[in-house]
């Protein structure tokens, strides 16, 4: 697929932190309970730490006690790729930025009391966070 957003490898590796790289780029996952904004609870934006798209509102965040930030919701269907994946000898669907290709997570159709019933398990790596009223909002 065609992102907006295209770089090279070395470019990728130049600007993310190797945690960020093995995450966004590779597809890794962060250890459950160790991300900076699983216990984030202001109002605001979360972003694709890799291009700064728009990815997600506060208000769709919920503790799904998973041990990630977790939404039921992304702030526009378009702003996130779904695709098959059948990694680990299972079936999930992965969530990318759809401006850049960055792995964000998995969504899970069990966020149960949720709007959507969906459960957008996203690490924290993957994500930046800007609170409302900042001036990066």
Not at 95 to 122: E, I, K, Q, W
Request: hydrophobic share 30%; charged share 25%; aromatic share 10%.
């Amino acid at each position: 697929m065609s992102y907006a957003v295209q770089k090279s490898d070395d470019q990728w590796r130049e600007e993310l932190s190797p945690e960020q790289y093995a995450v966004l780029r590779q597809a890794g996952t962060e250890r459950a309970w160790t991300g900076e904004l699983l216990d984030e609870h202001r109002a605001g934006l979360y972003t694709c730490a890799a291009c700064g798209a728009e990815l997600f509102r506060s208000g769709t965040k919920f503790d799904s006690h998973c041990g990630w930030p977790s939404f039921y919701e992304s702030v526009r269907p378009e702003a996130v790729e779904l695709i098959d994946d059948r990694s680990h000898g299972m079936v999930r669907t992965e969530v990318r930025c759809a401006n850049c290709g960055s792995h964000l997570g998995h969504v899970f159709p069990d966020g149960f009391g949720t709007p959507t019933g969906d459960r957008y398990c996203m690490n924290s790596l993957s994500l930046s966070f800007a609170a409302d009223g900042d001036a990066e909002a």
